[in-house]
């Protein structure tokens, strides 16, 4: 709560809202890393195919 002079003194971060976002975004970017390396192992398969 507030002081007598009308200053709060405490913190504005919500630790939990911030942990998930940050495991959000862990997922996120975990997700678009296995993205990328399916599709690069496309390319590769492609690449494979064309040279027959």
């Known amino acids: 709560m507030a002081d007598d002079q ?3 003194d405490g913190s ?3 630790l939990i809202v911030e942990l998930a ?3 959000e975004a ?3 970017y975990e ?3 296995r993205m990328f390396d ?3 192992q496309m390319a590769r ?3 494979e195919l ?3």
Request: charged residues 25%; glycine residues 4%.
């Open 12 to 14: 504005n971060v919500n």
């Open 21 to 23: 976002d940050a495991r």
């Open 50 to 52: 064309l040279k027959r």
């Open 45 to 47: 398969n492609l690449i």
């Open 31 to 33: 997700a678009n890393l």
């Open 6 to 8: 009308g200053y709060y």
């Open 26 to 28: 862990q997922r996120s």
């Open 38 to 40: 399916q599709s690069r």
